[in-house]
């Protein structure tokens, strides 16, 4: 089994050629050559196969605007007078939505408007290492972590016997502040140890999974999406080789362009690997989220155009765990995210031109947590100093009499329930509303 991550690299740029090739549309689902098409399921994490209707997005039910994916955006003018600074790159339309903003966007309009405005192409949500961070989808590495741990472990015990040492003579010499500082370290080295200790476990558990997985067998006979839990080792141990892109890959007729955090190949076949950095990624039911059902199908799309290649499913692992769920893309999900993202275009641009303003989403808890919502202090001087300079705050007053604002709030004026904001008092909570 190969277990290295960077195992080739393609700029997309040189698969140019293949763009005329592609034919518009789904592609049927052929199984590769050499590789059988089974209903049996042998993922190591799952025994059955489970079959789960679509559900619809829990988004703001619009009518259709009849703006079709192709239409790119209108020009607009920059705002030359309004010095917001939520607002002040709103005057440039991009040519290429990322599959990222499209995300924000089927979980909530105004999140992706934000998401497109500033920018954010990344898909990638984990900020980067952390001290607690453990490696997980590269064997080599784990190994490497595994041995540090043990030294570690040592130097541990160590201490351990020098400050039970320190204790022996303290005890021996009536030395009460000897005995004491010996306790101490010895009570430090032991939190210490003990972190490592469960460091090592998390580790030895993640090399087992490594060594030891079932072959990935997915049923790709489906009519509705299906959802399985799979193991990051299985698909290796299927033949699928990781890979990454070097730059986005951009649909040759959709304003569509991103870069999975993985992809894995196999023969003719591509799939897609988004890494989130939540670590829930679905209902219960395992069925994902909006607005990773969008993102599997946006880059599946996107892989399926550079032609000749076969993207059935995609994959999305949670943070700092390599075991995740599998999504069959069916035309119908196909087709919703071409839809969504013409809606997408319509609504930045009805925004830009203050024509229109995103709603809040229609399931309220989603503000809840959204960092977009996060009530921010804000002082009287300040706010002063912000709506002389032309800034437009949008401010609630909390129990405790401070002013609050949020990021969402200032762009789309009006205060959305953050569980912060309801517990200050600044907005009635979801349920007060829905009285
Ligand atoms: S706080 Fe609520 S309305 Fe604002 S972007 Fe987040 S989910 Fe959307």
Redesign the pocket.
Known sequence: MNSKVFEYQIDSRELEPYYSQYVRGRKSREPVSGEEVTTELAAETSPTIEEVPLTESDGPIEPETGLTAQTPPTEVEPETENNNDAKADTGRVREFVSVHDLGQFA??R??GV?AFEKDEREDEEDNGPRLTYLPNFDRDRIQAELSKQLRLLGMAMLYAAVAVAIMYVGIKQTDFLLFMAGFGILVLDLMWGGEVFWRLVILINRRHQADSPKPLKIDLLSTAPKYQRVNWWSALAAGYEPGTYQSPVRHPEWPLEGCPWRVLKHGSRRIPVIHSGAKNIAHGNGVLHDKHQCRVAAYCALLESMGNYDSPFGIVFPADSAKGIAMIVTPDLHEKVRKMLGDFLKTVELSENQLAEPK??DDRS??RG?S??EPIEISKQEYKRETRNGVSVKVAQARNGKLYHCE?GDRFGTI?P?AKSCRLGLVASVEEMSV
């Open positions: 979980f909530c105004r999140a934000r809040q989403p989603r503000c959204c977009l919502g969402c959305p953050h």
